[in-house]
C-alpha cells in the first residue's frame, strides 16, 4: 500500500515562491524514486523534476536553476521548493513513486491527487 498526498499548492504573483510537499506512507520513499510532474488544462503532464535514493536530481529546461527538489527521509517527505514563479508554471503539480528515474510517465507507478499552483502576473 502506497499513498502520496501533496500539499503546499496555492496563488502567488510572478516572481514569488512556493513549497510544495509530498507526505508518502508505505515503502517507497526510502528505495524508490521520486518526482514532480505538473498539468496545465489542455495540456498533456510533463516531468518537473526527480530526484533518486542516492539524490540524483533532473530538472526540465523550464525550471532548471528556479525549483529545487529534494527529500527528507525520516519524515517520508518529498518537497519542490519554487522561486521566480512565472504565470506559465501554473498547474496541477503531481508527486509520483516509481522505480527508475525519467521523465516517462508510464514508468511512474504511483501518483498523489496533484495540488495546485497559480502564478498570477
Known amino acids: 500500500q502506497v499513498q502520496l498526498v501533496e500539499s503546499g499548492g496555492g496563488s502567488v504573483q510572478a516572481g514569488g515562491s512556493l513549497r510544495l510537499s509530498c507526505a508518502t506512507s508505505?515503502?517507497?520513499?526510502?528505495?524508490?524514486?521520486m518526482g514532480w510532474f505538473r498539468q496545465a488544462p489542455g495540456k498533456k503532464r510533463e516531468g518537473v523534476a526527480t530526484i533518486d535514493s542516492d539524490g540524483n536530481t533532473k530538472y526540465a529546461d523550464s525550471v532548471k536553476g528556479r525549483f529545487t527538489v529534494s527529500k527528507d527521509n525520516g519524515k517520508n517527505t518529498l518537497y519542490l521548493q519554487m522561486h521566480s514563479l512565472k504565470p506559465e508554471d501554473t498547474a496541477m503539480y503531481y508527486c509520483?513513486?516509481?522505480?527508475?528515474?525519467?521523465?516517462?510517465?508510464?514508468?511512474?507507478?504511483?501518483w498523489g491527487q496533484g495540488t495546485q499552483v497559480t502564478v498570477s502576473s
Open positions: 508505505g515503502y517507497t520513499s526510502s528505495s524508490y524514486c
Open positions: 509520483a513513486a516509481g522505480p527508475e528515474l525519467t521523465f516517462r510517465l508510464e514508468k511512474w507507478e504511483y
